[in-house]
Nanobody
Framework: QVQLVESGGGLVQAGGSLRLSCTAS???????MGWFRQAPGKEREFVAD????????EYADSVKGRFTILRDNAKNTVYLQMNSLKPEDTAVYYC??????????????WGQGTQVTVSS
């Protein structure tokens, strides 16, 4: 069974930084991995993804230049370094496998997510 465990969220002031981590089990981690987020009252949206090797990344326009996605295959972990945070980044953040170029996940299994709250 796939397990995804996100951590690292918290409360931060606008302009601050956070680093999220996601540890995935087994075969899941051989895939493209990505981060998604869901703000209150909104649909879950794509944030960023990274290829199996870590050499190719994609970002939503809203986070480009501020967020960086990284992965450590030896630790089965994917990270999201978030800088220059804005109140509109407030959301629950989730990781999952990603279909390359499509920015969606083929999975219907999600972790518990990690809450990020940015105060103005």
């Amino acid at each position: 069974q796939v397990q995804l465990v996100e951590s690292g969220g918290g409360l931060v002031q606008a302009g601050g930084s956070l680093r999220l981590s996601c540890t995935a089990s087994g075969r899941t981690f051989s895939s493209y991995m990505g981060w998604f987020r869901q703000a209150p009252g909104k649909e879950r949206e794509f944030v960023a993804d990274v290829s199996r090797s870590g050499g190719t990344t994609e970002y939503a326009d809203s986070v480009k230049g501020r967020f960086t996605i990284l992965r450590d295959n030896a630790k089965n972990t994917v990270y999201l370094q978030m800088n220059s945070l804005k109140p509109e980044d407030t959301a629950v953040y989730y990781c999952n496998t990603v279909i390359p170029g499509v920015r969606t996940t083929p999975s219907n299994s999600w972790g518990q997510g990690t809450q990020v709250t940015v105060s103005s």
